[in-house]
């Protein structure tokens, strides 16, 4: 009895010594405004190369992200979900991206987590910085450096991030530019970083898309923002609406592919997000296509049952999250990738699904909406081709005019409701 005694006084003495949070506004929000889907980094033995060092020891990556809503604060994600040891994080900070690796004079903000310039982060988990008050517009682009100064193995990255980011030796967080510093190399996957998370006003929205390489961008030019969803989340913007893409080069809904299956990520990668409201999912070529070819050579095809089982999944997911989804036809890919080791990737008979599971989706699946892509994409002359003006030459990904089409092909009220245009978010620097 006597020691529990002591218990109030001990709670009241670390109270009054513990630094003062920041007081949480009740009209905000914090917002998922840009994502990179984590993916464990493979071996030397896959198809495609990885484009990451084994083990980064010593050394500084940045990286630049287009966010879609801007805000007065941010806050990053990092992720080791695939990592078997923590990693440590010795320093890291944000700016607004200038040119190249360069950053804005005067938007340097050093990142911190729990109150300390340093942490680590566990394996298997995200880490999440403390925010930091940084006033970034719309569409702004953001500059995240991280120095890891112990070998860290190269565990967890997001393969196609169609931006370069750099990997110079020793700290250099806080350096105006890093592209020239000697010894600097460069790749366009992600690592580390995860999200970025703006605070918006109270009721602040997001719209998630759920698919392969045409959402991830594998054809969209390098450092235009020319995918999809990146078209799209500048149409939105205007409204306040958000747009995270969760897109993974190699994705599939029911197998594991070049990351974890829709269903096992889909928590993750969409629901835990904030602000998401509405996923829109486009998936299943690559579950229909992998199959014979050098990537799955003896898996079996799924069935069109076990492919709409898998959306209905999904959507009991989301439901259950109070997530509305909305489905986008398969576009189409006859003659996919000639002259390469996957020239197999197209057949009739897969075709013939990816039909029949684009007639489901459109009369009788159990989504809030539909996005019809296949009528969007496809030439009227050849229907089972993508139009010509759309195709990036590879006649399986959209180019950089196939993917504005797409976006702008979309009915924006079928992605939110309720609410209104809103001035665009302008920067304040401080």
């Not at 806050?75 to 804005?104: D, F, H, Q």
């Not at 961008?217 to 990146?230: I, Q």
Request: net charge neutral; glycine share 8%; proline share 8%.
């Amino acid at each position: 009895m006597q020691r529990l005694s002591l218990l109030p006084a001990t709670l009241l003495s670390l109270a009054l010594s513990a630094p003062p949070a920041h007081a949480a506004d009740p009209a905000s929000t914090w917002l998922a405004s840009w994502t990179a889907s984590p993916q464990a980094v493979w071996g030397s033995d896959f198809l495609f190369p990885s484009n990451v060092p084994a083990v980064l020891h010593g050394q500084t990556v940045r990286q630049v992200a287009r966010l879609s809503v801007g805000g007065p604060r941010v806050r990053i994600v990092l992720s080791n979900a695939y990592g078997k040891v923590p990693l440590r994080i010795g320093a890291a900070t944000v700016a607004l991206a200038a040119s190249a690796s360069a950053i804005e004079a005067g938007s340097l903000r050093t990142l911190t987590f729990s109150g300390q310039p340093a942490a680590s982060v566990a394996p298997g988990a995200p880490l999440v910085s403390d925010p930091v008050d940084l006033s970034v517009p719309d569409l702004a682009r953001l500059t995240v450096s991280i120095h890891l100064p112990q070998a860290s193995p190269a565990s967890t990255f997001h393969w196609d991030g169609r931006e370069t980011a750099w990997i110079a030796p020793q700290d250099q967080t806080r350096a105006a530019r890093i592209d020239d510093a000697p010894g600097v190399q460069t790749t366009t996957a992600r690592l580390l970083l995860s999200a970025i998370q703006v605070e918006a006003a109270a009721g602040a929205q997001a719209v998630a898309i759920l698919g392969d390489s045409i959402s991830d961008g594998a054809s969209a030019s390098l450092g235009m923002d020319a995918r999809w969803p990146d078209f799209l989340a500048k149409r939105l913007a205007p409204h306040g609406v958000a747009v995270i893409n969760a897109g993974i080069s190699g994705a599939r809904l029911l197998s594991d592919g070049m990351g974890d299956n829709a269903l096992a990520r889909f928590e993750r990668d969409v629901l835990a997000q904030p602000g998401v409201r509405t996923v829109v999912v486009l998936l299943g070529i690559n579950d229909i296509s992998w199959p014979g070819t050098a990537f799955a050579p003896r898996q079996k095809r799924p069935t069109l049952e076990e492919l709409t089982n898998g959306y209905a999944q999904l959507v009991a997911q989301a439901r259950s999250r109070g997530v509305r989804v909305i489905a986008a036809t398969l576009t189409p890919f006859a003659g996919a990738l000639p002259g390469t080791p996957l020239s197999n990737y197209y057949q009739p008979e897969k075709d013939a699904l990816r039909q029949q599971l684009n007639a489901w989706i459109r009369a009788s699946g159990p989504f809030d909406a539909v996005l019809d892509f296949d009528a969007l994409a496809r030439d009227p002359a050849h229907p089972l081709r993508l139009l010509p003006a759309y195709d990036s030459g590879d006649h399986l990904h959209p180019g950089d005019a196939g993917n504005r089409a797409l976006a702008e092909g979309i009915d924006l009220s079928l992605l939110f409701t309720n609410q209104s245009p809103k001035p665009a978010y302008k920067a304040v620097l401080r």
